[in-house]
Every structure is written in structure tokens, then in C-alpha cells.
């Protein structure tokens, strides 16, 4: 059994509850414990999820959020550098599922977000556990 943190970041109050819904279940499907907090935004996440790696607590890690394309190139920024520091982490060896969704609107978030849908929160948590399968095979040798 593997514990794996889930990092989300809290801003649509519904689909993160999609989100961790879906990942809870594929974790708990799985036989691995988790734990979640919250950040502020998606840009937090990768921070988190480093700091948290630090504390050697945690055998792999989900992100959680929602970025929603606004008028502003905001959206990009946040999309773009959330999901950099992601792979910057996960190139260092960390076993991560990005759960964060960059979408045009409301009704592409739903539709990702439902674990009766897309499920992209339970399809995070799975790639997180992989990941994790993985790196223990790779150290068993």
C-alpha cells in the first residue's frame, strides 16, 4: 500500500469535488491511503507538491485544479507554468497525476471533472499510481 497526497487547488467548488471524488475512488480502488490539502491556485500546486516530497511521507501525488480561460493571458500563464512545474518534478523522480484542467468553459470542466464522465480526476490518480508502479520496479533492480 502506497499514501499519496492529493494537492488541489480550490477555486470551483464543484468540480474539485468531482475531481478529488474521482481520485479518492481510484486511489481507495487501488489499496493506497491519501491525504489532500489546498493551495490558493494551480500555480501553488508544484510548490506543494515539492515541499510535500520533502517530508518523505508521501509515495506519490495528484494535482487537482481548474483554469478556466478568461480575457486575459492569464489563463495561459497558469496553464503553461502549472503544468511545467509538474513535469519538472516528475522528471526528478516523483510519481505525479496532473488532475488540472485547462478548459474554455463551464461546461467543458463539468464534463471532464464528473467522475460519471471524463473522470480526469480517477484518470490523475491512476497515472499517479503507475508512475509510482513504476519507479518501484525500476528500484526493485
Not at 93 to 119: F, M, S, Y
Request: glycine fraction near 12%; proline fraction near 2%.
Amino acid at each position: 500500500m502506497a499514501h499519496f497526497l492529493i494537492v488541489e487547488a480550490r477555486f470551483y467548488d464543484q468540480f474539485n469535488d468531482w475531481l478529488i471524488e474521482g481520485a479518492t475512488a481510484a486511489l481507495e480502488a487501488a489499496g493506497h491511503s491519501h491525504e489532500t490539502i489546498t493551495v490558493p491556485g494551480a500555480l501553488e500546486i508544484p510548490g506543494a507538491v515539492a515541499m510535500a516530497a520533502e517530508t518523505g511521507r508521501y509515495d506519490g501525488f495528484v494535482a487537482i485544479g481548474v483554469v478556466i480561460r478568461g480575457e486575459t493571458w492569464h489563463f495561459e500563464i497558469v496553464a503553461g507554468e502549472s503544468a511545467r512545474g509538474l513535469m519538472a518534478l516528475t522528471m526528478d523522480g516523483l510519481a505525479i497525476g496532473n488532475g488540472i484542467l485547462t478548459v474554455e468553459n463551464d461546461a467543458q470542466a463539468e464534463v471532464r471533472a464528473r467522475p460519471d464522465q471524463k473522470d480526469k480526476g480517477g484518470e490523475a490518480a491512476k497515472a499517479a499510481i503507475a508512475l509510482h508502479d513504476l519507479g518501484q520496479r525500476f528500484a526493485s533492480r
